[in-house]
């Protein structure tokens, strides 16, 4: 094919999150570069409102938007693959069904959950890191009130409708609040055998406190904000069993038939093809250009590296990965062009966890520390800024207004998978009554007998 013979500098790009898009938006003008981005979904996704999905805040499409819609260079390909591994003796990425060469590979693959050696853990408490999570989520969610709804035994009740959320970072703590705002504002009048107002929340932590990288004044008035939002929050509750029926920590035992993960990550396991050195989350240990060690043509950006500046980890969140996409596309065409290159450098421009509707705590440019609705208007704002897309800025602002003067939301409680399966049986009290017996029937007169006279 002509493409193949293309003189052209060949960049393969594997994920289209943060650092990816923004790595391929930024070679997307570079007339001596062609540029191919590798996904296994069709979409780029705003992973930090992925938990407004599940909590029915928001639709799956007000967070998504195509990658070829989004990337429309001409010099940009858009493959849509499952990379396998890299071969970088031949320089070549290998996806199902075939391998493709590159000149200079960025990984930008993510991060998926971790267990903690636990992955039968994974099909009874399901974590929120794709569409697919968050709609499970919400499924899960709804499911369980409308199982309360046909139960017939209280306690089983009682226990359809306590919400166990395992870690209390970020994830964990935005899923509490959204989910606790939701079954007391949303959802009361939808039921009328069960009141959702007293459904149980409770968030564990293993550590001594929620958000456990943020300093210890906003951690504290995180607990106070869920606590007051009715989340019965946990500390110093380390997991040590999981099953269909509940959750162990020390010596307790909470019955529940709905858990949600938001404790561990792992770094996407393409990366242990390069053979490099990793952290213990699997993360790659980069150089100063972010490229893998001894693979000046491999780079890595987002929750699979693992960056240092002046002694502490940078943060794994959007904004991080974002810059570390654009120094990268910086580095390919510096090279190409021999000029000299830069270490990256990260600009903390803050990091915010939305606790409830004008709940929220966090660090603005790594100084300012902001809690209640003043952090929660900055946080609002800077997703809106960074969401792609007229539409869903319009529609997610739309909803967020909508949500917060109603305290309700719009119908987004959708159920579109087949849950009968996990329903109980049904309450006697719902059932069809028993059909009661004929009267008996009234005896004849004996044929003797005269009739009565009336």
């Not at 858009?78 to 590979?105: I, M, N």
């Not at 693992?306 to 065409?333: C, D, F, L, N, Y």
């Not at 539409?391 to 602002?397: K, T």
């Not at 049904?426 to 009661?436: E, N």
Request: hydrophobic fraction near 45%.
């Amino acid at each position: 094919m002509d493409r193949d013979r293309d003189s052209r500098h060949h960049v393969v790009i594997v994920g289209a999150g943060f650092g990816g898009l923004q790595a391929a938006k930024a070679l997307g003008k570079a007339r001596n570069v062609r540029v191919t981005v590798v996904d296994r979904y069709n979409h780029h996704l705003f992973q930090p409102l992925l938990y407004q999905v599940a909590t029915a805040v928001l639709n799956p499409s007000d967070i998504s938007a195509p990658i070829r819609t989004v990337l429309h260079s001409r010099n940009t390909e858009v493959l849509l693959a499952d990379a396998k591994s890299v071969d970088t003796r031949r320089k070549v990425l290998v996806v199902d069904g075939g391998e493709l060469p590159y000149d200079s590979l960025v990984l930008a693959t993510g991060a998926s959950h971790s267990y903690f050696k636990h992955p039968e853990w994974a099909d009874v408490a399901p974590g929120l890191k794709t569409l697919e999570d968050a709609v499970r989520i919400r499924e899960r969610v709804l499911s369980a009130f409308e199982a309360a709804e046909r139960e017939s035994d209280p306690v089983r009740q009682r226990q359809w409708m306590t919400f166990v959320i395992i870690g209390a970072g970020p994830t964990g703590v935005e899923l509490a609040g959204a989910l606790s705002y939701m079954t007391r504002h949303a959802m009361p009048k939808d039921f009328r055998r069960i009141d959702t107002r007293e459904a149980r929340v409770i968030l564990l932590e293993g550590l001594p406190r929620v958000l456990n990288t943020y300093p210890e004044e906003l951690s504290e008035r995180a607990k106070r904000d869920l606590e007051e939002l009715h989340v019965d929050v946990r500390t110093g509750a380390m997991v040590t069993d999981i099953d269909a029926e509940g959750v162990t920590f020390g010596n307790e035992r909470i019955a529940t038939r709905t858990v949600l993960w938001g404790a561990g990550v792992a770094a996407s396991p393409l990366v242990r093809s390069l053979e490099v050195p990793l952290d213990r989350a699997g993360r790659v240990q980069v150089t100063p250009l972010l490229t893998a060690p001894g693979l000046s043509d491999v780079y890595v950006v987002g929750d699979v590296a693992a960056v240092e500046q002046h002694g502490k980890p940078v943060p794994g969140i959007a904004p991080a990965a974002m810059q570390m996409g654009r120094h990268v596309a910086k580095t390919i065409r510096c090279r190409l062009a021999n000029k000299p290159l830069r270490a990256f450098r990260y600009h903390d421009k803050g990091s915010f966890a939305v606790i409830g509707r004008g709940y929220a705590v966090g660090l603005l440019f790594d100084k300012w520390r902001m809690s209640g609705f003043p952090a929660w208007c900055v946080w609002a704002g800077v997703h809106i800024a960074y969401l792609i897309g007229f539409r869903n800025r319009a529609s997610v602002m739309l909803n967020w207004a909508y949500t917060f003067f109603t305290k309700g939301g719009r119908d987004m409680r959708l159920i579109t998978g087949n849950v009968l399966k996990r329903m109980p049986a049904l309450a006697v009290s719902l059932q069809a009554p028993a059909v009661s017996p004929a009267p008996p029937a009234r005896p004849e007169l004996p044929a003797s007998r005269p009739a009565p006279v009336h």
